[in-house]
């Protein structure tokens, strides 16, 4: 039987590894969740930051971003 101090040691290890895990698990489900840029001709080639915010940031001519603006709308939102 092992000693207490290896017991006790196993389980802090398996523990940090299941919450490794986890957080690995949020991370890409967070980021896999932002929809993928709609295939319309404001959309196509590079859409500079400005652009989102001009049609996004208050809803007028898009639907409304419901978040903070994060600098970079390509990271999340690919296109399809």
Do not use: K
Not at 38 to 60: K, N
Request: aromatic share 10%; net charge positive.
């Amino acid at each position: 039987m092992p000693s207490e101090a290896a017991s006790r040691r196993a389980f802090w290890i398996i523990l940090l590894a299941c919450g490794g895990l986890m957080l690995i698990g949020l991370l890409w489900a967070f980021f896999s969740a932002a929809p993928a840029l709609s295939a319309i001709p404001q959309h196509t080639g590079g859409v500079s930051r400005e652009a989102c915010l001009a049609c996004h940031a208050r809803g007028f001519n898009g639907p409304m971003m419901p978040h903070r603006d994060w600098g970079r709308c390509a990271f999340c939102h690919g296109t399809r």
